[in-house]
Nanobody, 128 residues
Framework: VQLVESGGGLVQAGGSLRLSCTFSGFTFDDYAIGWFRQAPGKERVGISCIGIGPDSIYYADSVKGRFTISSDHAKSTVYLEMSNLKPEDTGTYYC??????????????????????WGEGILVTVSS
């Protein structure tokens, strides 16, 4: 199993970026795929997820209306479209696969984070 993030970089506040998470070794039927963000000196926080079932889409309050998660099954890729970026969006973004299939752990918060697989992370820097 492998998850590889791409698309990070430096952007000015108000700008946009699209992150990609391309995975191998499993299919969309096996795992919910989501994104975590870790700001410098802070804990890793789940910000978006796409999965299967009643809780199949999740956005953290901090990114609602600005970020959009989507998937391309043919490419085994999950995208995170980020717009109107703010300096507080700066951090390392990690892709994660969770065998629970839905996005329940994201709704539950840090005490429920239990992803099965992680990407290595990619840096996003938003300048003011």
């Amino acid at each position: 199993v492998q998850l590889v993030e791409s698309g990070g970089g430096l952007v000015q506040a108000g700008g946009s970026l699209r992150l990609s998470c391309t995975f191998s070794g499993f299919t969309f039927d096996d795992y919910a795929i989501g994104w975590f963000r870790q700001a410098p000196g802070k804990e890793r926080v789940g910000i978006s997820c796409i999965g299967i079932g009643p809780d199949s889409i999740y956005y953290a309050d901090s990114v609602k209306g600005r970020f959009t998660i989507s998937s391309d099954h043919a490419k085994s890729t999950v995208y995170l479209e980020m717009s109107n970026l703010k300096p507080e969006d700066t951090g390392t973004y990690y892709c994660a696969a969770d065998g629970a299939l839905d996005c329940g752990m994201y709704y539950g918060g840090p005490d429920y984070y239990d992803a099965d697989y992680w990407g290595e992370g990619i840096l996003v820097t938003v300048s003011s």
